[in-house]
């Protein structure tokens, strides 16, 4: 034990020489989470305050085109543009303005929408109510005659223009809203043309929804919990952050072997378990230490900063054995990359893009469930996927020790297997 913790004492001596490279394992990380925080926010704040201009061509100008503005208007997020310097738009202008960048959409109406809806709706009815007449012969002659009378109404076309760079969530958004308008105006149209025709006096039409939808989120205290952008960034970042661990230690071990150091620690009384014992306990600490300044960032700072502090639903210590166990992963991935390296050259920018595609393929940057199929079967072997989960069933989730167990199994499984292959490989370049 008394070695071990010699040992231990060592690597912080080392660690403490390199002030600039520690500062940066501690700063870098929180410029990063609040960097990414603000931007997110702000983002999402200007989205919501500033309206985004569309283009609106109407050549219907009657009942359906009027109620499709009058929902646009009604909402949030959209600004409608009919007129540039005076004038009415047309559709090939506005195709040249969307093309150009100039604005991210146009919508163009059809004309005589609005007189071949209803057109399209009295025919259904009409077809509908002769099939209830089928009692008499005389009234299956006025079914036969009507529907000869019945002209044949071609589907009508909303054009959306959308700019080349629009993402498409924000089009699929678009076309949903615009279907449900055109829905909730054939289904008002399909009423009143029933009343008419059975010659019913009033309004039956109730436009107001039956059905409708309710967000229901994890509760704490009988307070409703919704998660915001720093429960996301926090785990996320803080993960990030860890996993970068990997290049320090991997060039300590680097510089060890080339200046002769690790041998002559080997050739001391000193078990190599406990020379990699020492740089396992240093670097957590390190890990800990990290991943503790991320949360006080989290609970203290972003308030100053006009942003949501950090809120956990589940156990802190919870969140720390999540954290313990992604260190572990973290350093078992530096012991193998500096086992396996020759020079610092080798093992700072590959440990780096390392780092960074683990990122991209765990889910950091982009949500899993937004991946393709393939990327989805990819991110489940990514460790930082299996820490970012851990991370969120706590945060978010409101886990227990047994929920978050699968995470930190294979954490710990993924440390286990770095050390063994890093062990072996070490005895294999020992023996030649």
């Known amino acids: 034990m008394y070695k071990l913790w010699q040992a231990t004492y060592k690597e912080f001596l080392l660690l403490k020489r390199d002030l600039g490279g520690l500062a940066v394992l501690f700063i870098m990380p929180l410029v990063l989470v609040i960097t990414v925080t603000l931007i997110q926010d702000s983002s999402f704040k200007h989205i919501n305050k500033n309206k985004i201009p569309i283009l609106f061509v109407d050549n219907d100008n009657d009942e359906v085109s009027k109620s499709i503005v009058s929902n646009l208007k009604k909402s ?71 529907k000869k009378e019945i ?35 054939e289904t008002q149209s399909i ?11 009033g309004n039956l039409f109730e436009p107001t929804s039956f059905i409708k939808f309710t967000e229901i989120n994890a509760l704490k205290k009988d307070a409703e919990i919704k998660p915001n952008s720093v429960q996301h960034n926090v785990p996320a970042w803080s993960l990030f952050a860890i996993f970068f661990i ?21 050739t001391n009384p000193v078990s190599y378990a406990t020379i990699l014992g020492s740089k396992i306990i240093t670097y957590l600490s390190v890990c800990m230490i990290q991943f503790l300044l991320m949360l006080l960032i989290g609970f203290y700072l972003f308030p100053y900063l006009n942003l949501p502090a950090l809120e956990i639903n589940g156990s802190y210590y ?6 313990l166990f992604v260190g572990l992963a973290a350093i078992g991935l530096g012991l193998l990359l500096g086992t396996f390296a020759s020079t610092p050259e080798q093992s700072a920018p590959f440990g780096a893009t390392l780092v960074v595609i683990l990122a991209a393929i765990g889910g950091v ?26 991370f969120y069933d706590v945060i978010l989730r409101n886990a227990k020790f047994t929920d978050i167990l699968p995470e ?18 070490d005895k294999l370049k020992s023996a030649v």
């Open 76 to 146: 949030s997020a959209f600004k409608i543009v009919s007129q540039i310097d005076g004038k009415n738009i047309n559709e090939i202008q506005a195709n040249k303005l969307v093309l150009k960048g100039k604005y991210q959409l146009a919508i163009i109406i059809p004309k005589k929408l609005t007189a071949n809806l209803n057109a399209k709706v009295g025919n259904n009815v009409t077809n509908i109510l002769a099939n209830f007449m089928e009692d008499s012969k005389e009234e299956e002659t006025m079914q036969d005659a009507t």
């Open 151 to 185: 002209p044949t109404i071609q589907t009508q076309e909303i054009k959306l223009y959308f700019d080349p760079a629009t993402q498409l969530s924000f089009k699929n958004g678009v076309k949903d809203a615009i279907d449900k308008m055109i829905s909730k105006i």
């Open 191 to 201: 009423y009143q043309v029933f009343q008419k025709e059975l010659e019913i006096e």
């Open 246 to 266: 990997i290049i320090p230690l991997s060039i300590n071990i680097v510089k060890e072997k080339n200046q002769g150091t690790f041998v002559r620690l080997k």
């Open 318 to 323: 919870l969140l720390f054995i999540v954290a």
């Open 365 to 390: 940057w982009i949500p899993v469930f937004a991946m393709p199929k393939t990327m989805q079967i990819i991110a489940k072997i990514s460790p930082m996927n299996w820490g970012l989960n851990g």
């Open 408 to 425: 930190i199994s294979l954490l710990a499984l993924f440390f286990i297997i770095m050390l063994g292959i890093s062990i072996y490989y």
